[in-house]
């Protein structure tokens, strides 16, 4: 089983920016579809925004233009640009690794099909 280490996360004013990463390791990480989830406190976990292994991304309506997702297939590493956050984005943040045979997908799917890291927290105030 793999291994999933974000870092990052932190306490920014609203109009901030933050930059998370994810370590991987243990997964031929080129191969997969990686993702971004977050969930707030007593919400649920919802999908932020994807990466195939060649690098087409797709993102929530909520972050689009302000949200962009990458990935580093040498260094093993996913990451998320976020500009101009808002008190909304508020939430733990999460690196997600789908199932091998599974393509990455815009839609909403089973949450079931990911295995995630712990975690970063980010907390925007206005």
């Known amino acids: 089983e793999g291994q999933l280490t974000e870092s990052g996360g932190d306490s920014v004013q609203a109009g901030g920016s933050l930059r998370l990463s994810c370590a991987v390791s243990g997964y031929s990480f080129s191969r997969y579809c990686m993702g971004w989830f977050r969930q707030a406190p007593g919400k649920e976990r919802e999908k932020v925004a994807t990466i195939r292994s060649a690098g087409t991304t797709s993102f929530a309506d909520s972050v689009k233009d302000r949200f962009d997702i990458s990935r580093d297939n040498v260094e093993n590493t996913l990451y998320l640009q976020m500009n101009s956050l808002e008190p909304e984005d508020t939430a733990m943040y999460y690196c997600?690794?789908?199932?091998?045979?599974?393509?990455?997908?815009?839609?909403?799917?089973?949450?079931?099909?990911?295995?995630w890291g712990q975690g970063t927290q980010v907390t925007v105030s206005s």
């Open positions: 997600a690794v789908k199932g091998r045979y599974y393509e990455c997908s815009s839609g909403p799917e089973p949450l079931t099909l990911w295995s």
